[in-house]
Each structure stands twice: as structure tokens, then as C-alpha cells.
């Protein structure tokens, strides 16, 4: 959990790290490599995407191990991913949360 959280915060601190991505949809500049820029929310939703597709996989392994046609290493490796991932989200969630309570704190 703790990997994916990081790996996760270093995204959003350095955006323009992750392949195609720049700043917040913002574009880097003329003639930078010729990858058209991907806005934040479409990154966060690509997220969510794979998120719930991990999630599914795990469910679908895990009905596959009670009918016997998946071994218990397979359902394991499967539901351990979609724990994963599940906790990601919610550490995503939480730090959403957070910064929305703070911008409404502050003093207009």
C-alpha cells in the first residue's frame, strides 16, 4: 500500500513525470515531443477506470477459485491486487477530502 501510495503522490507533485502527461492539461510548450496534453481529471479517471477493473478481476478470480477452475495461488495474487488498489483509492479519496476541506476553511 504503502508503494502505491507514493508512487501515486509522486504523480500528482510531478505530473510531467508520467508519460504524456503534463502539468494539469497545461501544455509544455511548442515542439515538445508532439504528445498532445492530458488534462488531470482524464489521468483520474483513467485511475478510477483501472481501479475498477482490478477490482473486478479479483471478483471474477475469486468465483473462479470456488468453482475449482483457478488455483489458490492465482485467486490470491488476484484479490491481494484488488486489496491493493482498493486501498489506493481510498488513500486518493482521503487526500481529496482533505483538500477540499481546506480550500473551504479558508477566509474569502
Known amino acids: 500500500m504503502v508503494s502505491a501510495v507514493s508512487s501515486i503522490s509522486s504523480m500528482i507533485e510531478r505530473p510531467a513525470g508520467v508519460a504524456g502527461v503534463s502539468s494539469f492539461g497545461i501544455s509544455p510548450g511548442a515542439g515538445a515531443s508532439g504528445v498532445s496534453p492530458v488534462s488531470f481529471g482524464d489521468v483520474m479517471s483513467q485511475v478510477a477506470t483501472n481501479a475498477i ?3 473486478k478481476a479479483g471478483e471474477a478470480a475469486s468465483i ?3 468453482q ?3 488455483s489458490v495461488q492465482q485467486v ?3 484479490v491481494m491486487s484488488a486489496e491493493q488498489t482498493l486501498q489506493t483509492a481510498i488513500a486518493i479519496r482521503d487526500k481529496v477530502v482533505a483538500a ?3 480550500i473551504a476553511r479558508m477566509a474569502i
Open 64 to 66: 473462479s477459485g470456488m
Open 76 to 78: 490470491v495474487e488476484a
Open 100 to 102: 477540499y476541506q481546506e
Open 53 to 55: 477493473d482490478t477490482m
Open 68 to 70: 475449482g477452475k483457478a
